[in-house]
């Protein structure tokens, strides 16, 4: 079997009760087909960007899946015509990671991004530096004497 991670996105006016009975539904069904759910997570009313179907708010939920290919197109199927589901996406990963998601986890937590220090152009490394022209020979000169 594969691996997946699946988050669709519930209308605002479900209450979380509503939206655990979405989530235990689908469960049900690709437990049905062989599969089975390894994590859930809910991931709260949070802000939509735009309006979908005239919901400017979502109620957010993950659910790793480990399941045959089969059971989670019948799962997104029964998603897609659920009417309280706004949205859904199913990403196939090689692994399902341990612990909260990065949606879950203190910003403090998460890992860093590597060397970001908050500055603009690279004042790390002694400030703006000006595209060298190497078409011509005056400005590649003139820039170089002004470093």
Known sequence: MAFYENVFIARQDLAQAQVDALADQFTATLKE?????????????????FRIKK???????????????????????QMGLNEDVLRLMTVRVETIEEGPS?????????????DRDGGRFGERDGGFRPRRRDNE??????IEGAM
């Open 33 to 49: 087909l062989g599969g089975e759910v390894k994590k859930r997570e809910y991931w709260g009313l949070r802000s939509l960007t």
């Open 102 to 114: 990065a949606m879950m986890q203190k910003r403090d937590e998460r890992e860093g991004r590597g």
């Open 137 to 142: 020979g005056g400005d590649a000169a003139a």
């Open 55 to 77: 919901n400017r708010k979502a109620h957010y939920v993950l659910l790793c899946l480990d399941a045959p290919p089969k059971a989670v197109a019948e799962m997104e199927r």
